[in-house]
């Protein structure tokens, strides 16, 4: 039996008679100690609810107050915790200055954008196939997939003609070099620009005021760069690199184009049940259509993101795709490295398995563990290989030792990018497990690509970002989201039926190669910079 506390919030029965107890009590040491109890249990909701029974009765009890924020903090509420923090500054448990962390998220997500102050002052490009691309990071400080995406595009780029010159956000290298940085790199006939201030930490800024540097630094370099065109990718909330970029425009009448890699409205929390709500959720949401809709164009990575955007509101011919790819040079059909078999003990075996980091729940690899207990109950002899680390992984050894395939389950632990083919060569069957959560619907991952480069058959969870990579029967199988018996079902036929697992990873070999290899994107980028460039003289 459950209570509620109001339309849609369940309160966990143990907590009923001490809320009714709470509700009837003018003492703030019990209500916070109640707030407190909820928050850890992770009843925000609950716990909000509760308060607003109170109203404002136990404002003036900093305890209390520091509960009350953290709950609104937990529901991404930010305008309401900034109440509750100068409430405590009113009692001297705040100072002003901690405080401004706060207001500059508030007047970031409410459109406080940069602004570059003076007349506008044309650019005059020095030629039409000049691009900037303005990114959070970039090879080489930095290998990930968000920079491999982006190195990638620029050399295709280079070679279809064009000539783009890349500007890192103020702070990077520094962020993440161990050794010093360069504030000007060519990197495969690619010039960058790193806006650099020296050994000055910036985390401490607020973000509206991080984001004005940004402007100022950005402008003065993209001014003596005189491109015809600024492309900029989605920075780390999504909008915030898009923001500085029309700025730019506002500024210079450089036109803009907008590539969307990711929603990232809902990644401020971890915890699902609560991210797709709140201030935070609503303000991002408005903020990226926002952006999109004061682009010149709008590029994204695939068609299910396309269909989403133009579910928000965006014109579709207004949104172009360039997808993500593979280097085939690099990712090619080999055979199994029986040295690093044997090492891992893995031997001879079939397989199945996944390469991904182990931080974060969207991965699900534990659909895989499970499916190896499936297939092991079964007396099938398949074996599990994760490749790759993170704070998850102590989890999902857990749960194989609890299921008892902690021997038929293989963690490899971090893996050199250089040596990443040779991983890939111990996967018979490579399987993409994500779960159905926001960012795993609609962007379409790295990994399969490079996967069906080196002839793996591949199966993928059905979601629409996925199964427009591997659909069946063309070239993959696809399996119902979480369900690792689905999962051990569709693995056994796959297994079991040689000349169709030929076929189908043989039609994925064939279409990497004809269609997703990254050299395809330079003539697709051509192509639309010409189509803003030609509209903005028009």
Known sequence: MSHHTAPGVRLPEEHVDAVSEALQSADATLAT??????LAEHEYSAAADLMARWGDRFDGDAAYLKARRGV??????LSAALTANHRL??????????VAGLEGRIRELKGRGPRLQGPVRPVDPVSPQRIVHLVKESRPYLSN???????YNFVAEKKAGLEPIVVTEPGFPRSVAKGPVRKEILLDGVGHYHLDLGDVDLRSLPLDRYLQLFADMAYERIAKIRPAAIHVSSGRRGYETALVALAIKDKTGLPVVYEVRSFFESNW???VRYEAQGEIYDERCRLELECMERADLVLTIGQSMKDEIVARGLPEDKIGIIPNGVDVERFTPRDRDCDLAARLGLGDVPTFGYVSNMDHYRESQETLVKAAAHLAR????????LV??????????????????????????????DEITAYYSLIDVFVVPRTRERAATYVTPLKPFEAMAMGLPVVVSDLPALTEIAPAPERGWNFPADSARGLADVLRSVFDDDEERVRRAGAGLDWVRAERQWAHNGPRYREHLARVVARTEA
Request: aromatic share 2%; with cysteine; charged share 25%.
């Open 145 to 151: 997939g968000f920079t491999s995406r982006s190195h």
């Open 33 to 38: 100690a109640m707030v407190q109890r909820l």
């Open 269 to 271: 929390t971890g915890e």
């Open 89 to 98: 500054i009113g009692l001297r448990q705040v100072s002003p200055d901690a």
């Open 72 to 77: 609104l903090g937990k529901l991404g509420e």
């Open 388 to 417: 790759g680390d993170g704070p998850r992984r102590k989890s999902l050894e857990q749960l194989a030792a609890s299921l008892g395939v902690a021997d038929r389950v293989h963690f490899t632990g971090r893996v050199d990018h």
């Open 378 to 385: 079964a007396g099938r002899p398949e074996h599990c290989v």
